[in-house]
């Protein structure tokens, strides 16, 4: 069941609780990131966390770090080292804490609170010898993601960092944050978490690629003292002043990282379709992504059957193991009507195809233009939904397997990017900022629902397709989640 975390957006200093495991062994600090976890405990031994258990790795480190740079760390002495063919590799240079948390950059602070950083270039490099920028300022504990990077001062106070880029890992300015901390750490989808010098852990709101500062601090409710905090995949890892460890859950939407990177996802008809960057074209059979030959921008699966646009705005309709080419240009296409077929072309101007058109072999079909301006359009059993170049949310009503132009549109509260809608009517969205939400209240009776609720999923996304209980979730750099919901 998806259950929706409170968070009392209007006031700062919420509290959201957390359900936590606890995790055998003893640490003193920890990194998670890329899909893995390091650790290393008060004998600066060093762990790797494998199929549930901690695995000793040679070497003696007392801080490390994961993350799309790579697995680095730094020892008692401040010497760096960088995990490389299975074996700690000492590069020059001095910190004695280290973040690979960036595009593929490294940062950290030295012994007296300078702050260094590696552009991608060097992290990337074999080479012993690596050239470090100085960032100004001074920091105790710096750490970078995908919208910039978080850091603290021997103060406590915080500083985000602005235009820190894979080629700029500098940045080029610097913004206090209200609130006090003596760590903070940012997760691989922009996320960030902290602990203060009370041991509570808090939580950024609110931050996206628009707005990567957020809006407020959430005071997470963990019912213990904790020293440490990191974050990936959902994941929240934290560690007590005994060294004891946690491992919690940060949303309550029962989601799994799928394997894959995909730019659009549809699910539908107990099916799911994707395209990837390359506009490779995938399929989700018995839990593996199956590759399917042609090139696709946008794919949709329902019970019209499996269609998809290329980056020309051909369509394509899947037919006797085939793509067939069909009349017609669309940018963007739903199977996900009763039958029919539904989307937006380049001038966001909107077309159909009734039942009896998606159903014939005919390469030559009959759209029937819709009134209107829409930039993304889907279609379920009780009426369509879009959203136009403005964001605006619109339903259609008296859409039927042989009259899919509908009859009116009635404009819906909200701000949307996208919408989709389920085979059962359900409807799904992501909003500007990469939140999604699911429009309560639809039935029968009533195809426009009541309200919008916010999923709390964890991480922004970019899309999101709904069928039989699984919501599938893009983030912005093409992760995919699968996360069951009981609607």
Same mark, same amino acid.
């Given at each position: ?65 994961? &993350? ?33 948390? &960036? ?7 030295? &012994? ?43 103060? $406590? ?13 500098? &940045? ?148 006797? $193991? ?166």
């Amino acid at each position: 069941m998806l259950h929706i975390l409170a968070l009392f957006l209007l006031c700062a200093g919420a509290t959201a609780g957390l359900q936590c495991t606890v995790i055998p062994g003893n640490l003193k600090q920890v990194d998670a990131g890329a899909g893995k976890v390091y650790g290393v405990n008060d004998n600066d031994n060093i762990y790797h966390w494998e199929n549930n258990e901690w695995k000793h790795l040679p070497g003696k480190l007392s801080h490390v770090t994961v &993350g799309p740079a790579g697995v680095w760390g730094v020892n008692s002495g401040n010497s760096i080292y960088k995990w490389q063919n299975n074996n700690w590799f000492n590069v020059s240079g001095l910190l004695k804490q280290v973040d690979a948390g &960036g595009n593929k950059i490294v940062s950290g602070v030295n &012994g007296e609170d300078s702050i260094y950083c590696l552009n991608k270039q060097q992290t990337l490099s074999e080479s012993s010898d690596l050239i470090y920028t100085n960032i100004e300022g001074s920091l105790k504990y710096y750490s970078c993601g995908p919208f910039g990077c978080w850091g603290v001062n021997s103060a $406590n106070n915080i500083y985000y960092r602005f235009g820190v880029t894979s080629t700029a890992c500098q &940045g080029s300015r610097w913004q206090q944050i209200e609130g006090s901390l003596v760590m903070v750490e940012v997760g691989a989808d922009g996320s960030v978490y902290g602990v203060n010098s009370a041991g509570d852990v808090y939580e950024r709101d609110g931050i996206s690629a628009k707005n990567p500062i957020g809006t407020y601090w959430i005071d997470l409710v963990i019912g213990f003292s904790a020293r440490h905090v990191t974050y990936d995949a959902g994941e929240l890892w934290l560690l007590t002043l005994k060294g004891d460890i946690y491992r919690c859950e940060t949303n309550d939407n029962q989601c799994t990282v799928m394997p894959g990177n995909l730019k659009q996802v549809d699910a539908g008809a107990g099916e799911v379709y994707g395209v990837n960057d390359g506009e490779s074209i995938y399929h989700w059979v018995i839990n593996e992504w199956r590759l399917i030959p042609g090139k696709l921008i946008h794919v949709t699966v329902g019970p019209a059957g499996v269609w998809g646009v290329n980056s020309g705005n051909n369509i394509y309709k899947w037919q006797d $193991n085939n793509w067939v080419l069909v009349s017609g240009s669309l940018k963007q296409v739903d199977a996900g009507g009763n039958k029919l077929l539904s989307g937006a072309n380049g001038e966001d101007l909107i077309y159909c195809l009734n039942k009896d058109q998606t159903r014939s072999k005919a390469v030559e079909l009959n759209y029937i233009r819709i009134e209107g301006s829409l930039k993304y359009y889907s279609c379920g059993p009780f009426g369509c939904w879009g959203v136009n170049k403005d964001n605006k949310i619109y339903y259609r009503y008296d859409v039927t397997s042989t009259a899919c132009q509908g009859s009116r549109w009635q404009q819906i509260p909200g701000s949307l990017v996208m919408v989709e809608t389920g085979a059962d009517g359900s409807v799904f969205g992501v909003n500007s900022e990469g939140s999604v939400y699911k429009r309560d209240g639809i039935c029968a009776n009533n195809p426009i629902g009541t309200s919008w609720t916010q999923l709390n999923t964890g991480f922004t996304a970019s899309h999101v397709s709904y069928d039989a209980g699984e919501l599938w979730l893009l983030t912005q750099r093409g992760d995919i989640y699968k996360c069951e919901v009981n609607v």
